[in-house]
């Protein structure tokens, strides 16, 4: 196993210990979460925002390419990318992770958030899907959508 990948179990496992404090432990995750995805989008490998979702997905790969992530697959369209994955990053697949898995993915949001897109999570492996279906859209049309076609 990667050394990125014992990483991320890692701060999965943290994630887990924090978001189990009384009172306070899901803010606390949430806090950390979108102070990192805040980092994330100002470092060099942050998503920024883009004409067309196939950019978005090329700036998506590069960063799954840095961070050893097992991707099933990733599909844009015009209007979205839809990303799935078979194995959480964090190591969450059990049903007392749906929690801090919806904390952690705050990262996520608001990563993509200061780029413009809203981040949708159709499906989680934790809540009893087989993978996780993860759904980008630009901002202003994340709104009451998921990846499902309507």
């Known amino acids: ?34 102070i990192l995805g805040f980092l994330n989008y100002h470092s060099p490998y942050g998503p920024r925002p883009r004409e067309s979702m196939a950019e978005l997905r090329d700036d998506f790969a590069k960063m799954v390419a840095l961070m050893d992530f097992d991707i099933e697959s990733v599909h844009e369209d015009e209007e979205k990318l839809e990303i799935i994955l078979t194995a959480c990053p964090y190591g969450f697949c059990r049903p007392e992770h749906a929690g801090v898995c919806d904390a952690a993915m705050d990262m996520d949001r608001a990563m993509f958030g200061h ?17 996780c279906r993860i759904c980008i859209r630009k901002q202003a049309e994340a709104a009451g959508h998921t990846c499902m076609p309507s």
């Open 115 to 131: 780029a413009g897109y809203g981040l949708i999570v159709d499906t989680c492996i934790p809540r009893g899907a087989l993978a």
């Open 1 to 34: 196993m990667s050394v990125r990948k014992r990483f991320m179990l890692g701060l999965g496992h943290t994630y887990n210990l924090l978001y189990r404090a009384p009172v306070i432990g899901e803010s606390l995750v949430r806090g950390i979460c979108r």
